[in-house]
């Protein structure tokens, strides 16, 4: 098998193990909003192979980064979860409990290790920021376009609303460079 291939494998039991810990935390319905920042990420980059250096994507990855941290803030100060578990009817998970701890480690650690493998040119990290910036350009954008229209309040506040509006357009920029530095190979052909 190829490195390549060897590569593909690691990121969808990646993927899968984020869906799944995600489903573990939050239930069926938020899983499938994780799913399109996770899922969409790793389509688009076994798609949309890029040849982009961390050079060129340092500075818009480091300012959506910081967007996101701003986002979490607010998220907590607005109490999206509680807001989320009346939603769904789930309870809101303890903070430290497992799939929520291995969640984030997968997660967000493997989004702070992008710059380390962008920087020796490994595919896991085109694979992570792709889905870096699918989670923060499409899936954020669901609270605005969905968690409203859930609860019926399409023209209100909904808790972390306020940061997306600026989040969601710089990650969308990130993946419009990535997608001008696409190459024209087969992420499945040889190596």
């Keep these: ?98 799939s929520v701890v291995l969640l984030v480690v997968l997660s967000v650690g493997g989004w702070l290790s992008i710059p380390y493998l962008l920087k020796r040119n490994l595919e896991l990290g085109r694979y992570l920021i792709w889905t870096f910036f699918a989670a923060m350009g499409i899936t954020e954008l669901a609270h605005i376009l969905v968690f409203p229209i859930i609860i019926n309040k399409p023209f209100e506040y909904f808790p972390g609303m306020a940061s997306v509006f600026v989040l969601a357009p710089v990650a969308c920029r ?9 190459r024209p190979t087969d992420p499945l052909s040889a190596a």
Excluded: D
């Design 1 to 98: 098998m190829n490195t390549k291939k060897i590569t593909i494998l690691i990121a969808s039991v990646i993927t899968s193990t984020i869906l799944l810990l995600g489903y573990f935390a939050f239930g069926f319905y938020i899983m499938l909003v994780f799913s399109s920042g996770f899922l969409t990420g790793l389509l688009l980059w076994i798609i949309f192979p890029f040849h982009a250096s961390y050079q060129e994507i340092r500075k818009t990855f480091f300012l959506t980064l910081i967007l996101f941290l701003i986002h979490r803030v607010e998220e907590k100060y607005s109490n999206f979860f509680q807001a989320l578990s009346h939603i769904t009817n789930t309870p809101t998970p303890e903070i430290l409990s497992w």
């Design 174 to 182: 990130g993946i419009f460079l990535i997608l001008k530095k696409r």
